[in-house]
């Protein structure tokens, strides 16, 4: 494949990465070259972990950071501080890079929620809603509680996103004025205030046995280090689906599930839908006003 400025050499193009669906490798080429202008604003400027499943997925595949030794020079790297060392993570800026990826069998794209320009300080605040034993509808009566507060109560604009696997994640863009720790310990306050309020629904307990049926609301993602699948990328299931940016009023939907849209159908929403995240990276907001209202709820308990 010719690019502007690269020839890029797709191998095994017919190498089925999907078996009952008949998926190939070509057919993921094709889906990330015609979606990249909306997942790239999504991988610009941030570490990359690559999830790769070089014989399919029907066996295991793994999650990657480092750049392997043998990627292109021009593919864009950046050391980014870990405990204890350094990784050098691939940063995923154009249409090449995101191609030659997929050529490395790159499924599934998570990226971090800070940018290398300040990598201490995240851009967003995200909480995954993953449903016990399939009950999708847990997963949307944690989302409504999270917009009612997020929203309503503590001023913020939030996001909307189903996951392609299990869930959906709600999503509220940040200004970057607060580090991973802070971000960190106000998204435990907020996961706990829903939690504690609706104990026979949500819980915030990590051990999967202690949750009692509950939807687990994880903030833990709001850690230095922490990834969280891109917007747009497929995920290794079957029927390839894909991580979904939906507006809320699309929660009352009946046909509403995490694996709604894949790489078959999700071109026909975008091109009968307007963009329901069209003012994401406008939308950044501090937490300072937000930790103070929450103090204030808490205090008045």
């Not at 929620?113 to 847990?138: A, G, M, R, W």
């Not at 003012?279 to 501090?286: L, N, Y």
């Amino acid at each position: 494949m010719k690019t502007q400025r690269h020839n890029i050499q797709i191998t095994h193009k017919e190498k089925i990465l999907f078996p009952e669906s008949g998926i190939t490798k070509n057919d993921l080429i094709v889906y990330y070259e015609k979606i990249a202008d909306h997942l790239l604003p999504f991988l610009k400027n941030r570490p990359l972990t690559m999830q790769r499943f070089p014989k399919g997925i029907e066996e295991e595949g793994f999650f990657q950071k480092n750049v392997p030794l043998f990627f292109p020079d021009w593919i864009k790297k950046e050391e980014i501080r870990k405990v204890g060392g350094w990784l050098n993570q691939v940063i995923c800026d154009t249409n090449e890079t995101l191609l030659y990826l997929v050529n490395q069998y790159v499924i599934t794209f998570h990226t971090s929620s800070s940018t290398i320009d300040n990598i201490e300080y995240p851009d967003k605040l995200i909480f995954d809603l993953d449903s016990p034993k399939e009950n999708f509808e847990l997963a949307i009566v944690g989302a409504k509680a999270l917009r009612e507060l997020l929203e309503n109560n503590l001023g913020f604009k939030a996001f909307l996103m189903t996951t392609g696997s299990r869930g959906l994640h709600v999503i509220v863009p940040l200004k970057q004025k607060e580090d991973f720790n802070q971000v960190h310990a106000f998204a435990k306050v907020i996961s706990n205030y829903i939690a504690s309020h609706n104990p026979d629904t949500f819980t915030t307990t990590i051990r999967k046995d202690k949750r009692e049926g509950c939807l687990y609301i994880d903030y833990l993602r709001n850690s230095y280090g922490q990834t969280s699948v891109a917007p747009y990328s497929v995920r290794a299931i079957e029927k390839a689906p894909v991580a979904t940016p939906i507006f809320w009023s699309e929660l009352e939907d009946d046909n509403l599930n995490a694996q709604l849209w894949n790489i078959n159908n999700i071109f026909k929403r975008l091109e009968t839908k307007d963009d329901p995240w069209k003012d994401f990276h406008v939308s950044g907001a501090s937490i300072k006003n937000a930790k103070a209202l929450m103090e204030q709820k808490l205090s008045s308990k």
